[in-house]
């Protein structure tokens, strides 16, 4: 059964299907961020008017603290 699946018939996903979507994605996830570490702090750091600005830098770094602690939560191995 895939989340969609559960969608379909209107009940909640299940905790598994939700741990199962974590464990998967959140790797992946990281593994972008990494890649784009280097990208997006030049980009935060170009000139009176940047490309991403440091405002952007801060809610990614808290959004992804959240990410994290779901992943700590949902996969505690």
């Given at each position: 059964?895939?989340l969609k699946h559960?969608e379909?018939?209107?009940?909640?996903p299940?905790?598994e299907?939700l741990?199962?979507?974590?464990?998967?994605v959140?790797?992946m996830?990281?593994?972008?961020?990494e890649?784009?570490?280097k990208?997006?702090f030049?980009?935060s750091m170009?000139g009176?008017?940047p490309?991403?600005?440091?405002?952007?830098i801060?809610s990614l770094?808290?959004r992804?603290?959240?990410?994290?602690?779901m992943f700590?939560?949902?996969?505690?191995?």
């Open positions: 059964m895939t559960s379909r018939r209107g009940s909640e299940r905790a299907e741990a199962l979507l974590v464990e998967a959140v790797p996830f990281l593994h972008d961020l890649a784009s570490k990208k997006l030049e980009g170009n009176p008017t490309d991403v600005p440091i405002q952007d801060f770094y808290r992804t603290r959240t990410i994290l602690e700590e939560a949902f996969c505690p191995e």
